[in-house]
């Protein structure tokens, strides 16, 4: 079973669309967090939530909008998408104590 | 030898021999360090962790050095392998602040 699993792999969309990637977690953990990887492979925190509640927002610009149903699920929404959103996504899980990640596999995100 | 410029700084080493991996960490506050390993199109995966009350920790074949005085960390890897080529990057983190902040990575190339 995968433990960390996000939807798509790959996602190409033209600008101006609104688009979500889905996350979801069986791990039991309670903090899960949204990064950005840009081309440059630097990975960057985008949002954190903890029992569904946000606790990180890291100056991301208002389109981007995440949502937690549960303790299990965070997704993300974009709208408006930009040629810079361009990027890898990866979705992230957490045990209490904040101590180690597990991530997912990454969704390749591409505006046209 | 390493390189470092406007690209992902590149460590290639021949396969036997040992790899040595740096880092400079930011915040003199952060109390918990991870290494991960990046495949190409996969998710960052945890190789080995330390505090800050230690400065070193050993694991199968990896060992890591934490020198907080200049804030550094290093993932030294002992008889490197083919399989160890992938994107490394330094992760730290203070405790209750649910964030990890990431290194810029070295991408490890093992020579046949």
């Known amino acids: 079973d995968t433990a960390v699993s996000q939807t798509p792999k790959y996602l190409v969309t033209q600008m101006g669309n609104d688009k979500s990637i889905k996350c979801e977690q069986n791990?039991?953990?309670?903090?899960m967090y949204w990064y950005k990887q840009d081309s440059k492979k630097f990975l960057k925190i985008m949002f954190s939530?903890?029992?569904?509640?946000?606790?990180i927002n890291e100056t991301v610009p208002n389109r981007f909008s995440p949502k937690s149903p549960d303790k299990a699920h965070l997704n993300l929404h974009i709208n408006s998408l930009e040629l810079g959103d361009s990027a890898v996504y990866f979705c992230?899980?957490?045990?209490?104590?904040?101590?180690?990640?597990?991530f997912g596999s990454g969704t390749r995100l591409t505006v046209v | 030898g390493e390189s470092v410029g406007l690209h992902l700084p590149t460590l290639s080493v021949q396969e036997g021999d040992n790899s040595i991996i740096n880092c400079a960490y930011s915040?003199?506050?952060?109390?918990?360090f991870i290494w991960y390993k990046q495949e190409s199109g996969k998710g960052p995966q945890f190789i080995i962790d330390?505090?800050?009350?230690?400065d070193k920790r050993q694991g199968q074949r990896v060992t890591v050095l934490l020198n907080k005085t200049v804030k550094h960390l290093s993932l030294q890897i002992a008889a490197t392998q083919p399989g160890d080529s992938a994107v490394y990057f330094c992760?730290?983190?203070?405790?209750?602040?649910?964030?990890?902040?990431f290194g810029t990575g070295t991408r490890l190339k093992v020579l046949a």
């Open positions: 791990l039991g953990h309670d903090t």
């Open positions: 330390i505090r800050s009350n230690m």
């Open positions: 939530y903890n029992n569904k509640e946000l606790i």
């Open positions: 992230a899980s957490s045990p209490p104590g904040n101590y180690g990640y597990t």
């Open positions: 992760a730290e983190t203070r405790s209750g602040t649910y964030k990890y902040i």
């Open positions: 915040n003199s506050a952060s109390d918990y």
